[in-house]
């Protein structure tokens, strides 16, 4: 069965989401793009594959709360 896989991926100050040969937004930060790939994701859970959603690491985002205590 083939799995269905969301890239979330920064490209200079912008964000996108990867799946197939699609490339959704830009979007401003990972975590609104991140939101932007879960009805997507959602939908293929519905048709029943598997899903992977992939987030590139990186930097805080600047609104963050620091839980370091």
Do not use: C, R
């Not at 490339?23 to 859970?45: M, N």
Request: charged share 20%; proline share 7%.
């Amino acid at each position: 069965m083939e799995t269905a896989v969301y890239e979330i991926v920064g490209q200079g100050n912008e964000w996108f989401v990867l799946h197939d040969s699609d490339k959704a937004g830009p979007y401003v930060t990972k975590e609104a793009a991140f939101e932007a790939a879960i009805p997507a994701a959602s939908l293929s859970i519905q048709d029943g594959l598997p899903v992977q959603l992939n987030v590139q690491g990186g930097p805080k985002s600047p609104d963050a709360e620091d839980t370091d205590a």
